[in-house]
């Protein structure tokens, strides 16, 4: 007796189109981020927490349920700061110049540019504000920052309004006391060519006296112009 021939499948029809779909899905190109995102190019660790830098987000409108993050400064670079949530996220040395620009610029409003010459890193280009804040960048990535007493309390953010003062996210800034100081970090305080100087958890500063009460007049991290 010929024996039946035996029909091809539905199941194994459908398991071969599945299969199909998933090596073409497999063989697309990543998709690319799209132009003028803030968050391009800024690398976070897997499970850290995302902040808003969109227009909607930066641009809050007051008494919003959300509102632009804070820059606080960092031994690594700057972190940003959620004030509604309290997440936190590194703008850490290493970002590009020109993503770093675009970050910064949302929250502190535009930046004077220019490029400072006699360093002992060499040329840096640098973006700077009149709270005192200066970003520095080597070969085209952020290296380092300064902070020094500014010329009013604080600069004006894009809507306009004073940015908060600028300080460590343990509330270290231009103003704080050495007992502030040494309350927050163990620095390392000693005499030195710049004055009274310390360092502590990767940031660098200077004191105007050696007091408790001797206040801090400057503060860095990273590649910097600091002449001894």
Not at 161 to 186: E, F, H, N, Q, V
Request: glycine share 14%.
């Amino acid at each position: 007796m010929t024996k039946p021939i035996r029909s091809f499948r539905p199941h194994r029809l459908a398991t071969a189109v599945l299969a199909t779909v998933l090596l073409a899905a497999c063989q697309q190109p990543a998709e690319k981020p799209a132009e003028g995102d803030p968050h391009a190019g800024i690398e976070l660790p897997p499970g850290h927490p995302q902040i808003d830098l969109s227009e909607g987000g930066v641009a809050a409108q007051a008494g919003a349920a959300q509102h632009p993050p804070v820059i606080s400064l960092d031994g690594e670079g700057l972190r940003l700061i959620d004030p509604d949530s309290g997440a936190t996220r590194p703008l850490a040395f290493g970002v590009p110049l020109d993503q770093l620009k675009l970050v910064t610029e949302k929250l502190k409003g535009p930046a004077e540019t220019g490029r400072a010459e006699e360093c002992g890193a060499g040329p840096l280009a640098y973006l700077s504000w009149k709270d005192g804040l200066t970003l520095y960048a080597l070969d085209g990535l952020f290296a380092g920052w300064a902070l020094d007493e500014s010329e009013g309390p604080s600069a004006k953010g894009k809507d306009g309004k004073r940015s908060p003062k600028l300080t460590t996210i343990s509330g270290i800034g231009i103003g704080s006391t050495r007992a502030d100081l040494l309350g927050a970090y163990d620095a390392k305080i000693e005499q030195t060519t710049l004055g009274t100087e310390f360092n502590a958890a990767g940031l660098s500063g200077i004191l105007d006296g050696t007091g408790a009460k001797a206040k801090v007049t400057n503060l860095w991290s990273g590649v910097n112009c600091v002449f001894r």
